[in-house]
Every structure is written in structure tokens, then in C-alpha cells.
């Protein structure tokens, strides 16, 4: 953690940096709205099939925020009520403040919501159709490498602690194998992480 | 599935049905719409399809089960989040693009400013090792989440045209390219997907035209 002096520690100063821009030009916050953009229509099995290049853009390519806020944001976003791409608003946040918010979420949002929007109208959409078999049978094993894919990013800061692998076959088996709300396992997982078994 | 066989009267006439059909209920004003879904979801801690559920079929019956399950098929098939999609369809349905906007507003707005407090506070407590050592546990258990998920989506594969050998071929180089080589995503997901599509297309045409080879 950086070290901060006894002014900058002051709770609303600290906010509003929080919800400034951290530098981000137009060109930057332009790029963040197309990358975004992009990934929406990529994302083929929800946002979080996407997680891994957001990685590789904000924390690899761009350094707008480290391995601790990423997956926080995935984290914090899971356990809070509401839909989990709200992860993406966390992002956004972190890389750029409240601009940040706005736009990471219209970009991962508008593109698949208008096709969602325009594809509910179609009256005629035949399931048995061979070309959306097709796209649903091509892209499943796709969307099954990205989703390990995410899984594998998100244990990366942790991996070197016995109670980080302990804590993942845990979890897996009891999300594949029962019925049990995931509540109890983020539960969990905040218990198991304030012993300090995961770092 | 058979129809199941209605009794029949004395002089035999069917009987009328067992179970009356049950009416389906209509959104009446886009305010409704928009407090139904954010009601939905802030119950919905991890995920909210269970709770759509509960409350658009169960609880307000203004879905059917069948009905229900359709829009959500056609809603994971779509890019973007399922839960999403299906409120935009099924607010456009009863009020137009407005609909769709008052379901998704309903759906992101009240959580997006529960999520960003949340956020807001754990940055202000970052310094306490209680709350880093609690978001850390929670990364691990949401990693294992998304594995979850991964892992049942593989159980399907089986039934999957391409064969699970193929598969699984094409979900492991999925993730050694996005993964661990880290390429970017939009090339992994054109190429590999295109073919993915391609081999589809071919194995389910071939396989309707003639026997089993």
C-alpha cells in the first residue's frame, strides 16, 4: 500500500480521488468506451467470459488498476445484490472514476443489449435452425476455456498458498455437487480469508 | 409426451380438465416494471436468475414457466448477460423499447449504487488486514464460482455435435491462448470460434443426412 500523509488520509479527500479521473485523458477514456464495446459482443456466455482480457488491458497493457482491485471488483460484485456484470462498473471505477463507471458500462452494455433487443422481436426465431445450432454448438467449448480462463486469473495474486487450492476445490465441488446459495460460500471464502490462509 | 387421457363422464363425454389454466398476469405501467426488477434485484445475492424466476413466474406470474425458459434460452444463446437480456426482452414485449429500458434500469440501477458504496468502503478500509484478507477469500471463492460453472458447462459438451474429445480440444486452446499465452481475446474468439462454427455446421448437416458412420 502506498504511503499516504496525514492530509491525504482525510476520508473525503480520499473519496473524491476516488471518483476523479486518475489522469485518463480523452484518447484513454475513448479507448477504455471501444475496448468495452468490443468485448460486448464477445461476450458469448455472459461478461465474465471477457474477465481475462479486461486483465490483460487495464492491469497488463494499460496499468489503470493492479491484481488486488481486479479481483476485488469481480469479488465485491458477486457478494453484493444484483446482476454480476457489475463487476465492470468496479472497473471502471478504479481505472478511471465515475467517467470510468459510465463508460466501461455503456460498452460492455449497448452492443449486446440492442442485439438482444432486436433479436426478442423476431417472432419467427426458429431453435431447430441449423445456424444457431450451429453458433451455440461452435462456441460452447469456447466459452468453457474462457470461464476457466477467468477462474485461473483471478487465483493468480493467491496461488502460492496451500488454503488458496484447499478453498477452490471447496468451493467447486460444493457449487457442482449441491444446491447450496453462493452466499454461504463467499461467506466462506471472506472467513477463510480473514485467517489468513489464502496470503 | 402422450396427452395424458381425460376421464370420461357416464354418457361419455371428456371431462374437462384437471388443473384450470392458470391466468397470466400483465405489467400494468413502467413504473411497476421498474420496481418489480429492482426489487428482484436486490435479493439477488450471487446471481439473480433463481430470483427472476421466483418473482416473474412464481410470485407476479407474469411469465409461464415455459414462456420463462424460453426467453432465458434464447437470452444465454445471445452475447451479454443472460439475466439482462432477458429483462430487455421481456420488458420490450409488454412496453416497447421503454419497457426494456425501465426492466434494466430496474435490474442495474439501485445495485450499481449499492456496489459502488460497497466499493467506496473497502478502498476507505483497505489499510485494515481483516477487510484485504476478506476480498482475497472472496476472489478465490469467486474463481471457484465461474470453475463451477465452467465444470457444468462441460457436462453438456457430451451432447455437443463436435463430439467431446473436440470439444474439449477447442475449450483447452481457448484457454492456453486467452489464459496463459494472454492473446488478445477478439482474434482467440474469431478464429477459434469460426472454426468452432464451421465444424459444427458440418458435423450436424452431415449427421442429418445420413446413418451413423
Known amino acids: 500500500m502506498p504511503v499516504t500523509s496525514p492530509a491525504d488520509t482525510a476520508p473525503l479527500a480520499q473519496t473524491l480521488a476516488l ?45 489503470w488498476l493492479n491484481d488486488t482491485e481486479f479481483n476485488a471488483s469481480i469479488a465485491l460484485a458477486q457478494a453484493a445484490p444484483g446482476p454480476n456484470i457489475l463487476f465492470v462498473a468496479l472497473l471502471g471505477l478504479h481505472s478511471a472514476g465515475m467517467a470510468g463507471v459510465v463508460l466501461a458500462m455503456l460498452g460492455i452494455m449497448l452492443p449486446s443489449s440492442a442485439v438482444a433487443l432486436v433479436v426478442g422481436r423476431l417472432r419467427r426465431a426458429n431453435r431447430e435452425a441449423v445456424a444457431l445450432r450451429a453458433f451455440t454448438a461452435g462456441l460452447t467449448p469456447l466459452t468453457l476455456g474462457l470461464l476457466v480462463s477467468t477462474g485461473w486469473v483471478l487465483t493468480s495474486p493467491t496461488r502460492a498458498h496451500w488454503g488458496t487450492w484447499a478453498l477452490l476445490a471447496v468451493t467447486v465441488v460444493l457449487n457442482v455437487r449441491t444446491r447450496l446459495s453462493p452466499m454461504w460460500l463467499i461467506a466462506l471464502g471472506a472467513v477463510v480469508g480473514m485467517l489468513g490462509l489464502v496470503g | ?22 391466468e397470466l398476469r400483465r405489467p400494468g405501467s413502467l413504473a411497476e416494471v421498474y420496481r418489480v426488477f429492482t426489487r428482484m ?37 445471445l452475447p451479454g448477460p443472460n ?52 476480498l482475497r477469500g472472496m476472489g478465490v471463492v469467486a474463481a471457484g464460482l465461474i470453475i463451477g460453472t465452467a465444470v457444468k458447462l462441460a457436462g453438456t459438451l457430451s451432447k455437443n455435435p463436435l463430439g467431446l474429445p473436440l470439444a474439449l480440444g477447442v475449450g483447452a486452446m481457448t484457454f492456453a491462448m486467452v489464459g496463459l499465452l494472454r492473446w488478445p481475446m477478439v482474434w482467440v474468439v474469431l478464429g477459434l470460434g469460426a472454426l468452432g462454427m464451421a465444424a459444427a455446421w458440418w458435423r450436424i448437416t452431415h449427421q442429418a443426412r445420413g446413418p451413423a458412420r
Open chain 1, 19 to 63: 471518483l476523479g479521473l486518475h489522469g485518463l485523458g480523452t484518447a484513454d477514456l475513448l479507448q477504455l468506451l471501444l475496448h468495452f464495446t468490443v468485448l460486448s459482443m464477445l461476450a458469448v456466455g455472459g461478461a465474465i467470459t471477457t474477465a481475462t482480457d479486461m486483465h490483460r488491458y487495464l492491469v497488463q497493457e494499460q496499468g
Open chain 2, 1 to 22: 409426451m402422450a396427452e395424458p387421457q381425460r376421464p370420461t363422464t357416464a354418457d361419455g363425454a371428456a371431462a374437462p380438465p384437471a388443473t384450470p389454466v392458470t
Open chain 2, 41 to 77: 434485484a436486490l435479493q439477488g445475492f450471487g446471481g439473480v436468475l433463481p430470483v427472476a424466476h421466483r418473482e416473474l413466474v412464481e410470485r407476479e406470474r407474469w411469465m409461464s414457466p415455459q414462456g420463462f425458459l424460453e426467453v432465458l434460452s434464447l437470452s444465454q444463446v
Open chain 2, 83 to 134: 439475466v439482462v437480456n432477458l429483462a430487455i426482452i421481456f420488458g420490450d414485449r409488454h412496453f416497447g423499447w421503454r419497457g426494456a429500458l425501465a426492466a434494466t434500469a430496474g435490474m442495474l440501477s439501485v445495485p450499481m449504487l449499492v456496489v459502488l458504496v460497497l466499493a467506496l468502503i473497502c478502498r476507505q478500509a483497505a489499510d485494515l488486514p481483516l477487510v484485504t484478507g476478506a
